[in-house]
């Protein structure tokens, strides 16, 4: 089998989706699971939905039209998804008279009505173009994981359900990317961005060729294209550095997206929608030796610097592992860690 991911903007309109109908029609023999993300912006809007309902006002107007709109333009009934909707429209509703504010939890239930809308609109379309495929809720097939809302892994025991899930599907399985359960029947998101790793998920579970990650650049650039204008595409990566530049700000792919693939062994390769015969980034084991020494760089916002010094570090035994003990406790992420000899900065 092949896993080929779309993200948000390869689904962002009707021209694009059909761009995506081909490119799954000409790998019809190589038997292709889709995992795709909600259509470009919706879960930004679903989670300004949500907050804005919260704060007393549910409008749901902005999502039922970009929804609409873009089904009437693919030629399939608008009224597709108005179930997803009158649910969303229910929660929104009940927001307002939550005393609680938004829970972690809830922000996941709704955020991952983005992707239920998509794969049921991809879905249809494809049968809209006789390529038989079927709409298949992640959640519901087994993609089980641990109940770190906002930022979910998968529990071991996914793979095999999960697996055997897909395996069943009649045609061409349309999976929801981003969505997963906790062991507690909740819904969970796996992060931002977090198809690109249900699409190595997937391909753990199914134990693909490759996974086709397609995207709206040609493959992981080396700089990211929106601060360097005049990025280049590398050719190819190691899982470790692929690992490394996601972890380090390299949006194109969510960080985790390749442990499940060193796991398996498979390969992921970053494609272009809009340039199909683009060859895009493998990342795999290995890769050829030469080229630049620099594979590319990346960066990162938002980075909270933590000094911490004491006068009585000095020939201090565990001075380092009580610091990072508080760390552990508040469940914070040390990213990188430099030290000195009176000082500790992370
Ligand atoms: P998708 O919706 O397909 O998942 P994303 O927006 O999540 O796409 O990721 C692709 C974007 O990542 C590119 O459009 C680009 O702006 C950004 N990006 C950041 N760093 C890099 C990089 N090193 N190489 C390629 N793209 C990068
Ligand atoms: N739709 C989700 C997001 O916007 C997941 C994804 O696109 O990968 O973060
Ligand atoms: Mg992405």
């Not at 896993?3 to 995506?20: N, P, Q, R």
């Not at 173009?129 to 892994?153: C, F, H, K």
Request: aromatic share 4%; with cysteine.
């Amino acid at each position: 089998m092949l896993v080929m991911k779309f993200g948000g903007t390869s689904l962002g309109d009707a021209a694009h989706i059909g761009t995506v109908a081909s490119l799954v029609r000409a790998r019809l023999d190589r038997e292709p699971a889709l995992v795709c993300s909600a259509h470009a912006g919706v879960t930004d809007l679903l989670l300004d939905g949500a907050r804005a309902a919260a704060a007393g006002n549910p409008d749901l107007d902005r999502i039922r039209r970009r929804e609409h709109d873009l089904l009437t333009a693919l030629g399939l009934k608008a009224s597709l998804v108005d179930p997803e909707l009158d649910e969303l429209e229910q929660m929104f509703q009940g927001l307002r008279l939550l005393p609680a504010g938004l829970a972690p939890q809830v922000l996941d239930q709704i955020a991952a009505y983005g992707e239920r809308m998509s794969v049921k609109a991809v879905a249809a379309y494809l049968r809209k173009r006789r390529i038989p495929a079927t709409a298949v809720q992640a959640d519901e097939a087994g993609l089980l994981t641990d109940a770190r809302y906002g930022r979910a892994s998968p529990l071991p025991k996914a793979y095999k359900t999960l697996g055997s899930a897909v395996r069943k599907v009649k045609g061409v399985p349309v999976i929801t990317g981003f969505i997963g359960r906790a062991p507690d029947g909740s819904v969970t998101t796996l992060g931002r961005s977090g198809s690109d790793f249900t699409a190595t998920i997937v391909g753990r579970a199914v134990n693909a060729e490759v996974v086709l990650i397609w995207t709206d650049v040609s493959g992981v650039l080396t700089a990211d294209p929106r601060i360097v204008t005049g990025a280049l595409p590398v050719e190819a990566l190691t899982y470790a550095e692929a690992s490394e530049l996601a972890y380090y700000g390299a949006k194109v792919i969510h960080p985790a997206t390749i442990q499940p693939a060193v796991e398996a062994g498979i390969p992921v390769r970053i494609k272009n929608t809009m340039d199909p015969d683009a060859p895009g980034t493998v990342i795999g084991p290995s890769r050829p030796r030469g080229g630049s020494k620099v594979t590319s760089i990346a960066s990162k916002r938002g980075i909270v610097l933590v000094n911490i010094t004491s006068g009585r570090m000095l020939g201090q035994s565990g001075f380092m592992a009580r610091g990072f003990d508080a760390f552990r406790d508040h469940d914070d992420v040390v990213d990188l860690i430099a030290t000195s000899e009176g000082s500790v900065t992370v």
